[in-house]
């Protein structure tokens, strides 16, 4: 049976599309098939697969607002074997108000996904930095959560928030969701400022941070301009070094 695993953080630049794209991208070397869900209105895992945006018929707007299109229709290939997506579109962004009146409302995502939930070892959900009806759309449907979090003198803040909208949608909507892994992200080891951080987080959530950090790396940062993963940008830099290291410790999880 495949594993659901949204990513989320409501705090912008944490590196969570990073770690979505990255991830699934070093899931699918290791012989897994994998689909992103492109839950974020900027839409950047899309476009970090190179998706051209613009040229899109449909979307998972169209999914969650139409009701009428099947969720195959709107799978598209990406640059990496077994790694499919399906995109966003800028439309997203007026779904929270769309979806206000919809029955169900935060369980579209999940129905509108049953028919293709076993044919994929892993689906990834990348939800949008808030904690909005998107983002409760993809913490309903997921079995786990993984929070990348960034080493910084902030990086705490906010997370009792989002602990404890995780910890509402297992009571009242998903008794199943858990949260697997909390991913320290843009580690500069070479600050002392970023080592505090680290150890602050290490400590305040001892048996859910992984052993895997991920280091700040210059090829992570230009690999999206490229339309690619890593893994196929800069197969041997400290970010794909990272990342596989990533993905054989969520496997484990």
Same mark, same amino acid.
């Given at each position: 049976?495949?594993?659901?695993?949204?990513?989320?953080?409501?705090?912008?630049g944490c590196g969570k599309t990073t770690t979505c794209v990255?991830?699934?991208?070093?899931?699918?070397?290791?012989?897994?098939?994998?689909?992103?869900?492109?839950?974020?209105?900027?839409?950047?895992?899309?476009?970090?697969?190179?998706?051209?945006?613009?040229k899109l018929t449909n979307s998972i707007y169209d999914i969650?607002?139409?009701?009428?299109?099947?969720?195959?229709?709107?799978?598209?290939?990406?640059?990496?074997?077994?790694? +499919?997506?399906?995109?966003?579109?800028?439309?997203?962004?007026?779904?929270?108000?769309?979806?206000?009146?919809?029955?169900?409302?935060?369980?579209?995502?999940?129905?509108?996904?049953?028919?293709? +939930?076993?044919?994929?070892?892993?689906?990834?959900?990348?939800?949008?930095?808030?904690?909005?009806?998107?983002?409760?759309?993809?913490?309903?449907?997921?079995?786990?959560?993984?929070?990348?979090?960034?080493?910084?003198?902030?990086?705490?803040?906010?997370?009792?928030?989002?602990?404890?909208?995780?910890?509402?949608?297992?009571?009242?909507?998903?008794?199943?969701?858990?949260?697997?892994?909390?991913?320290?992200?843009?580690?500069?080891?070479?600050?002392?400022?970023?080592?505090?951080?680290?150890?602050?987080?290490?400590?305040?959530?001892?048996?859910?941070?992984?052993?895997?950090?991920?280091?700040?790396?210059?090829?992570?940062?230009?690999?999206?301009?490229?339309?690619?993963?890593?893994?196929?940008?800069?197969?041997?830099?400290?970010?794909?070094?990272?990342?596989?290291?990533?993905?054989?410790?969520?496997? +484990?999880?």
């Amino acid at each position: 049976m495949g594993r659901t695993i949204a990513l989320a953080n409501q705090k912008g630049g944490c590196g969570k599309t990073t770690t979505c794209v990255n991830l699934g991208a070093s899931l699918s070397s290791e012989g897994y098939s994998v689909l992103i869900i492109d839950l974020d209105p900027q839409a950047n895992a899309t476009i970090h697969l190179g998706i051209d945006i613009h040229k899109l018929t449909n979307s998972i707007y169209d999914i969650l607002i139409g009701g009428q299109t099947n969720i195959s229709s709107i799978i598209l290939n990406t640059p990496v074997k077994r790694l +499919k997506i399906t995109p966003s579109h800028i439309n997203l962004s007026g779904a929270e108000i769309e979806l206000v009146n919809t029955i169900g409302r935060e369980r579209v995502l999940k129905e509108a996904i049953l028919p293709i +939930k076993d044919n994929y070892d892993y689906i990834l959900i990348d939800c949008p930095p808030s904690l909005g009806l998107l983002t409760l759309n993809g913490l309903t449907t997921a079995d786990e959560v993984i929070i990348p979090l960034q080493t910084e003198f902030f990086a705490l803040e906010g997370m009792d928030k989002l602990l404890k909208t995780i910890q509402i949608v297992k009571e009242k909507l998903n008794h199943n969701l858990k949260i697997t892994a909390i991913v320290p992200t843009l580690f500069s080891k070479n600050t002392r400022l970023a080592q505090e951080a680290l150890k602050k987080i290490a400590v305040h959530f001892k048996d859910k941070i992984t052993g895997t950090v991920i280091r700040r790396n210059i090829k992570l940062a230009e690999a999206p301009s490229h339309g690619l993963p890593i893994t196929l940008y800069a197969p041997s830099s400290y970010g794909a070094v990272d990342y596989k290291r990533l993905a054989l410790e969520v496997i +484990k999880r």
